[in-house]
């Protein structure tokens, strides 16, 4: 899983001027998996879909990656791509991903158990990626890091499906905003999710203690190591009707007005949750967002 001590970039889309083949072989090496159309709109998302095929083939045919086709026989044949163990290698000395640690799919059987969830995460940051490039503001496939793992204490980890880094410009300020993602596929049960507040807010309450004889000064929270403020907690959810997914954003709500460890935590964060295909077809700029602690939907940055 990915450290979450990293340096993150504050670009919106990658500079054309970089080797299309050395941004795919980063790309994948950061988000573990993604199509051809995602690599495209990822990367230039003004250019065409041969342009990103020729290079991935071509890294191919170099043993530099490999595809596995999407599990679904109701669509037309698409390939998902990521590294084989040769292009894992040659990416860990690429200046983007100094800092984070590898956690490459480098087979097909891995590939295949994790393709649907993977690009559903993708699919996320695309939404986000292509409002930022909308709105002028800052948000590109380095600012989307997936697997962060922190420690909430007795051995336990909360591990975050991405962290997201995005900037809000303007011709007069600048707004550095952060958020833990979670993208729900309606793969487990509704109170699975919701206990994934209970364990950010152990994150949120969370102070390391010292190792051994050694007693120092108390240093606030653990996650103070990496965030200036705590990260917003966003859940996006897929895979099921409409009425399903409200019932779950319902179940997160009660949660939050349930739990005092989780209330505390809505009190001082900010939690929201979405459907992915409103992110798509709207935008998460858009009033699509459900407050946890309540209220009318918003865009995330209002939440």
Known sequence: MTSP????????????????????????AQHRIATTSQLRRMLRPEGTRQLMSRVLNKLRSDGFVDSTVLPDANRSRTNTWYLTP?????????????GRPPYPITSATAASLKTSHTLAVVRAHLAFAADARRLG???????????VSHSIGEGERVTADAVMYYTV???????KLRAFIEVDRTTMSSERLAVKLIEYARLFHYEAQPVGRRRQAPVGPAWLRWYPVFPR?????TGASRTRLENRISDLQAMVAQHPLVAGLARE??????????????GPAQDVWTPLAG????????L
């Open 233 to 237: 907690v966003l859940f996006v959810l």
């Open 295 to 302: 209220g009318k939907p918003r865009p995330w940055t209002d």
């Open 5 to 28: 001590a990293q340096t993150t970039a504050t670009t919106s889309s990658p500079s054309p001027a970089e080797p299309l083949r050395l941004q795919v072989l980063a790309a994948l």
């Open 169 to 175: 410009t303007s011709p007069d300020h600048r707004q």
């Open 269 to 282: 964060v900010r939690l929201g949750a979405a459907v992915l295909e409103d992110l798509e077809q709207r």
């Open 137 to 147: 503001h800052e948000h590109g496939p380095w600012d989307w890091t997936p697997e």
């Open 86 to 98: 040769e292009g894992a290698r040659l990416t860990r000395d690429l200046p983007v991903l100094r």
